[in-house]
Each structure stands twice: as structure tokens, then as C-alpha cells.
């Protein structure tokens, strides 16, 4: 087997960083993997320049370039071709528009877009990006995901970006949002992507329980207002993103 320690080690850091909820500091990874203080330094600072972690107060946490390749890794699975049938139902059954999106860095990347002949108008085709601290789906995913990776994905954003006026615009306010979402296990937007549309999201998992995919289920505005019962399309929408972990395992 060929010897290559950087790589070895950067890969032992990563996987440390990733067994943890918490910043880890670079003297604690020299203590747990046994690295020298001067190469756990070099591995660290290059692996910062490549966006896989970032460096806080406390210590290290997994950067958005880490989830951007496990996004990329999907796409070459079958994850579209399972998922397409099961976004098409749904869409179907609601007479709606349902999406399958990943995220790529602090994005929303929609892969896949289902609509039904009564469903409105929503921008989500194939490929368009959108922030993903907007969108229900980009939610789903990132309120199911360590604290410290959403941290390292947002910390640099001196200024959030609105499509309509609304949304979060500090990673407080996402953070309040997404706790909401967590609790749930499912997240709503009501028109942050497009005036008068609101979304319902819910995750979906791989087979180590990380969620790498949302399904989303988008209607007119008026169709999920505060006193509409919304309890059985989020089932739907909870069901179908069931359906498609269910696949992947």
C-alpha cells in the first residue's frame, strides 16, 4: 500500500473534526492523532485555503467545502433516478410543484423539479441556486446538520441577501429559525423565494444519517396560510422524503 502521510493525516483530521458537534483546537488534534505540532499546522492552514475546515475562537469545524463534495458525490449516484419518480408522485397528489434540491457551499441547488398541471409558477428549475438559508429545502437540510458546520458556513457572510424582503438576515436570526425547523423535522418558507409562494421542505438522510437532500412542496400563498391545516401535506412531503432515505439505504 502506498505511503502518502499528508494525505493520510489530512484525512484523520477531517474525520476527527467530523466525529465532533464542537470547534476542536489544533493541539487537541495533535494530541488524538498523534500528528507533530508543525504538520497538524500545514495540513490545517492548507486545508483552510481549500474551504474543507474553517478556524474559530475555539478551535476547528468542518468548512462548506466538505458538504459541497458530498453534494457533488450524490449527483453521480442514483439518487436523481430514485428520487424522480417519488418527487413526480407527490406532485401528482397535491396537485402542486415538487423539487428535489442538495446543497453546494452556503447554497440550494435544485436537481430535480416535478409539476403538475394545476401547479403554480415557482423558480426552481434544474440547476438554478438559490441561498439557501431562503429556501424551505436548503432549512430541512441545514437544521439537521451540526451547529458547528452551519457556523462555518455562514460566519463569513457580513450581510444575508433577500429575494423579497423577508428572511433572516444575521446567522442569529437563521440559527432561531432553523432551531424551529429541528424541533419540527420539517421547515416552511412563506414567500422569501417568490411573492406569493410558500413552501413546505423535509430531509433526506444517506445511510450514515446525515442529511444530504431535501424534498420540497410548493403552493400559492393562499394555499398555506396560518389557518389552513397543513398537517397533511407536510405528511406527504415527510413520507415522500421517507421514501427516498429508504432508497439510499
Known amino acids: 500500500m502506498a505511503e502518502v502521510p499528508a494525505l493520510r493525516r489530512s484525512i484523520a483530521i477531517l474525520r476527527h473534526l467530523a466525529s465532533s458537534n464542537r470547534p476542536i483546537s489544533a493541539g487537541a488534534l495533535v494530541r488524538a492523532l498523534e500528528i507533530p505540532r508543525s504538520s497538524a499546522y500545514e495540513l490545517l492552514t492548507v486545508l483552510e485555503e481549500l474551504g474543507l475546515v474553517v478556524r474559530t475562537e475555539s478551535g476547528y ?4 467545502g466538505v458538504h459541497e463534495l458530498g453534494s457533488s458525490y450524490l449527483r453521480t449516484n442514483p439518487l436523481q433516478r ?3 419518480p417519488i418527487v413526480r408522485q407527490l406532485a401528482d397528489d397535491t396537485s402542486a410543484t415538487a423539487q428535489l434540491a442538495v446543497i453546494r457551499g452556503w447554497e440550494t441547488v435544485y436537481l430535480l423539479k416535478e409539476q403538475s398541471l394545476k401547479s403554480v409558477a415557482v423558480i426552481t428549475a434544474t440547476g438554478v441556486r438559490m441561498p439557501s438559508y431562503l429556501t424551505a429545502t436548503g ?4 437544521a439537521q446538520l451540526p451547529k458547528s458546520e452551519v457556523l462555518a458556513m455562514f460566519q463569513s457572510e457580513s450581510g444575508f441577501v433577500t429575494r423579497t ?3 433572516p ?3 442569529k436570526a437563521l440559527n432561531a429559525i432553523l432551531a424551529q425547523d429541528r424541533r419540527a423535522g420539517w421547515a416552511i418558507e412563506h414567500g422569501e423565494v417568490t411573492p406569493g409562494i410558500s413552501t413546505i421542505a423535509a430531509p433526506v438522510y444517506d445511510v450514515l444519517s446525515r442529511p444530504i437532500a431535501a424534498i420540497g412542496l410548493s403552493l400559492a400563498g393562499d394555499a398555506l396560510t396560518e389557518d ?7 405528511d406527504k412531503v415527510l413520507a ?3 421514501e427516498v432515505t429508504a432508497k439510499l439505504r
Open 240 to 242: 415522500a422524503a421517507a
Open 165 to 167: 424582503g423577508q428572511g
Open 139 to 142: 432549512r430541512a437540510i441545514l
Open 228 to 234: 389552513t391545516d397543513t398537517e397533511p401535506l407536510v
Open 82 to 84: 430514485l428520487a424522480q
Open 61 to 64: 469545524v468542518l468548512g462548506a
Open 169 to 171: 438576515t444575521t446567522v
